[in-house]
């Protein structure tokens, strides 16, 4: 039976090595991290959701930024072409609108 090439490589474990990295017999910030959180007297349900709101609150930032600029370039597109379809049609007429008024002229001279 043949093994697939990525299940060759051998994952490393990053907390294992990060122990190891000091050879002066003092533990490591890791060590103090690696027990439960109510070892740390805190709450462990407390201690996922303050970190999920964490997470969260670092991608909210960027993404209204990113809202706020697309809205702001959308209104000043839609704005210029506005300007742009005014000056157009005051100049050189609209064919559509004046094919409407005409529509409406022939209504309200029907009902006279």
Not at 47 to 74: C, K, N, V
Request: aromatic share 8%; charged share 25%; net charge negative.
């Amino acid at each position: 039976m043949a093994t697939a090439p990525w299940m060759c490589v051998r994952r490393s474990r990053p907390a294992r090595l990060l122990r190891r990295l000091p050879d002066d017999g003092h533990p490591t910030l890791i060590d103090g991290f690696a027990g439960p959180t109510s070892a740390l007297g805190i709450d462990p349900i407390e201690d996922q959701r303050l970190a999920g709101g964490l997470a969260w609150s670092y991608g909210e930032a960027p993404t209204l930024l990113m809202l706020i600029f697309g809205m702001h370039r959308w209104f000043r597109a839609d704005t210029a072409q506005a300007v742009a379809t005014d000056r157009r049609a005051d100049a050189h007429g609209d064919p559509e609108l004046d094919a409407y008024n005409d529509y409406l002229t022939r209504l309200h001279q029907k009902d006279s």
